[in-house]
């Protein structure tokens, strides 16, 4: 077929730098050039005096660039809706995508390098996120003890 594309063709470059050319081609064909990545939020419930009183489900659609900044403004902004308890569950659903399983841990043994990190609908900090919870069962509440990025 004939070239589509020609830019300093004679120059050597490492081969990654041009596959990226070949993934970011195939993107803006299959999506076009206003896609936009989305993150939804969704409740089954009622908010009643800042209690949502329900579940909270949160829905990937694989935007990589859901990092723990633009999680906290989302949460500021069901905060600023008058949320400020959920009385519920918080469920997580990376569904979206339809994802083979794979180790992470077989390219070079380090399954918790950023780099080895597989395709994911709710990917968040490029999962590179460790997030340890220590339960608190007297109030009926999970505190987080650590948050620890991995980039």
């Known amino acids: 077929g004939a070239e589509r594309i020609r ?6 470059i490492n081969p990654a730098s041009v596959m990226k050319l070949v993934t970011t081609y195939a993107a803006m064909d299959l999506l076009g050039p206003d896609f936009t990545w989305s993150t939804r939020f969704a409740t089954d419930g009622v908010v009643d005096k800042g209690t949502l009183r329900g579940n909270l489900y949160i829905k990937g659609g ?10 906290q403004a989302a949460f500021q902004s069901l905060q600023d809706k008058g949320v400020v308890v959920v009385l ?13 399983p794979r180790d992470p841990g077989a390219f070079d043994g380090e399954a918790l390098r950023p780099y080895n990190a597989s395709p994911d609908a709710l990917l968040v900090n ?7 919870f220590t339960p608190d069962p007297a109030a009926g509440v999970a505190v987080t003890v650590a948050l620890v990025s991995l980039v």
């Open 7 to 12: 830019h300093r063709a004679e120059v050597p």
């Open 126 to 132: 490029f999962k590179s996120v460790v997030l340890k």
């Open 62 to 71: 694989g935007d990589p660039k859901l990092v723990l900044e633009r999680i």
């Open 88 to 100: 519920g569950d918080m469920v997580l659903d990376n569904s979206a995508f339809e994802i083979t």
